[in-house]
């Protein structure tokens, strides 16, 4: 019992620090990379998400990865109203609505296809992994960069690098457990570290970029990928197998169709609410720059 109470307490803490940095990287949003880096806020907000980590892995040691996935929803849970609350203004029903069916469905989805690593990346699945990482992360910024593109691009790869700092960490973590500290010399040791670094500053300027319009429906696209990236990695690179029974199969289905649903009604809500509400001037440079 003592353990359990330690793994949702870890878990509400990760929760609120990954959703106050989101916060204040949504307020920013619309800030250049050079302005960004002179930025206090930002530093914070990079301390928030890796307090959040730290305290992720820490949690692992308490309980069970399937207790914990799904209390990672608890993010957007919390950030849609403090954004709220920051800007004066109460939670609307839209906001309310697909909040709770993105929360829903999320949590189904992690029951459903989470698997807990068993193995870690050989050096030639790190490589790769490394390179196809780069690869996609490149081609969907991109996508995201161009006049009028959604938002949401930057947030599927912000959630996907996420994702992969997840692994490469775990792999660097098991291999020190395992072999010693010695293996933090290894040269292939040294370049997940150095990925790591790299992939984590990636994800936190694609998931700023992703909030220049909005926080809610970015929050939920990055949510909804960051596990949906973790079982493809387990299931390709670690020999992690998906339950594949009738049920399952209709329940994962019906569960992402829910969460599909939840991130178009945050999406519509972020309209709604811009164009009921006066924005403070930060807001008007977000839209100025979007």
């Not at 909040?99 to 790769?128: E, P, W």
């Not at 370049?191 to 970015?218: C, D, E, K, M, N």
């Not at 001037?281 to 100025?288: G, I, Q, R, T």
Request: contains cysteine; charged residues 10%; hydrophobic residues 55%.
């Amino acid at each position: 019992m003592t353990d359990l109470i330690i793994t949702i307490a870890l878990c509400v803490a990760v929760a609120i620090a990954y959703a106050t940095a989101a916060l204040i990287q949504a307020r920013h949003a619309h800030l250049t990379v050079p302005e960004l880096i002179r930025l206090p806020q930002l530093w914070l907000a990079l301390g928030l998400n890796a307090l959040g980590a730290a305290l992720h892995v820490t949690s692992l040691a308490f309980g069970p990865l399937s207790l914990i996935q799904p209390l990672g929803v608890l993010t957007l849970v919390i950030a849609v109203p403090l954004a709220a609350m920051t800007a004066r203004r109460r939670v609307t029903r839209l906001e309310l609505s697909g909040m709770t069916s993105t929360v829903i469905g999320l949590a189904g989805l992690t029951l459903i296809i989470s698997t807990a690593a068993t193995r870690t990346l050989t050096s030639a699945q790190l490589l790769m992994m490394i390179a196809a990482t780069l690869a996609l992360v490149t081609v969907l910024a991109l996508q995201g960069r161009r006049t009028g593109a959604s938002p949401l691009w930057e947030a599927v790869a912000g959630g996907a690098t996420y994702s992969v700092c997840s692994a490469l960490c775990q792999t660097v973590v098991v291999t020190v457990r395992d072999t010693g500290a010695s293996a933090l010399l290894r040269p292939i040791t040294i370049l997940a570290i150095v990925a790591i670094a790299f992939f984590a500053v990636t994800a936190t300027i694609l998931t700023q970029r992703s909030y220049r319009s909005g926080l809610g429906a970015p929050l939920a696209v990055t949510n909804m990928v960051n596990p949906a990236t973790a079982t493809i990695i387990g299931v390709v690179l670690l020999g992690e197998h998906l339950a594949t029974t009738n049920v399952e199969i209709v329940l994962a289905v019906a569960c992402g169709v829910l969460c599909a649903l939840g991130v178009a009604q945050l999406a519509r809500a972020r309209d709604v609410t811009g164009a009921e509400t006066q924005p403070p001037a930060a807001n008007k440079d977000v839209h100025l720059n979007a």
